[in-house]
């Protein structure tokens, strides 16, 4: 796990920031970061380590220059064209991946949780009930290998970038990849973040924070009245503008 850095007076500091720069944002808004619903909560997340080795196919295409003529007004003219040429590639790359992280909850958007990375994983100490103590804690709702195949899903990106570099070359064609895992090793990490939840127009929002750097995440409602008054303040402008160039040229 890691324990919370940051405490509900650093939470809420780094939420008025985020806060002001909403555009647009109704005024109530604001009042999240006084909110007392505010809830410092350890979210569940899987791990994985593994050794992957990968053959792959793929194209490897390289950069050349040819000179065209084309008629322009009624003159020949000629023109630097860049076209590529070809070749079969193919070959094997391998990685090591450490503390790959996949949410284990269903409770918290899996996209706000990926915004808050990175999380300084090697920062992280082994389970002890004292630091749980005063917040809250969410049971995984993501078995490990349900979690894995997302794990597996991670890597791939990353191997498609290393294929990518062994094939070189000005541009690359990756057509497949075969990945063999080995000495595949996971664990459970809880994570500290901190909750904020509010209502507006009768829907709810939620606020992420991430409590080691304060990083925030969140969903935000849009005012109607503010947009209205931009847009008919540029409209006074406009019309304005428009009477006096008449006045002065009519």
């Known amino acids: 796990m890691l324990p919370f850095a940051l405490d509900r007076h650093g939470a809420r500091q780094h939420l008025r920031g985020w806060v002001k720069t909403r555009w647009f944002a109704p005024n109530r808004l604001k009042k999240v970061s006084e909110a007392e619903s505010m809830k410092s909560t350890y979210l569940p997340h899987w791990t994985f380590d593994a050794g992957t080795v990968s053959a792959y196919t793929g194209q490897r295409g390289e950069h050349y220059w040819v000179t065209e003529s084309y008629m322009e007004n009624g003159q020949t003219r000629t023109r630097r064209v860049r076209k590529t040429r070809w070749y079969p590639a193919g070959g094997r790359v391998s990685r090591a991946f450490d503390d790959v992280l996949v949410s284990a909850t269903d409770q918290v958007s899996k996209e706000r949780l990926d915004k808050l990375e990175p999380w300084p994983l090697k920062s992280a100490v082994p389970y002890q009930?004292?630091?749980?103590?005063g917040h809250h804690s969410l049971r995984y709702d993501t078995e490990p290998q349900s979690a894995l195949e997302q794990?597996?899903?991670?890597m791939a990106k990353v191997i498609e970038g290393d294929c990518r570099?062994?094939?070189g070359g000005d541009e690359q064609r990756v057509h497949s990849v075969d990945t063999y895992y080995s000495d595949v090793t996971f664990k459970l990490m809880l994570l500290p973040v901190w909750i904020g939840c509010y209502l507006f127009g009768g829907k709810?929002?939620?606020v992420l924070i991430n409590g080691i750097n304060g990083e925030v995440q969140g969903d935000r409602p849009y005012s109607t009245v503010k947009i209205m008054l931009v847009v008919l303040t540029i409209l006074a402008v406009v019309t304005g503008g428009v009477w006096i160039y008449a006045v002065?040229?009519?």
């Open 129 to 133: 009930p004292g630091y749980v103590a």
């Open 151 to 154: 794990a597996k899903g991670r």
């Open 165 to 167: 570099d062994d094939i």
């Open 204 to 206: 709810a929002y939620q």
């Open 248 to 250: 002065n040229h009519g």
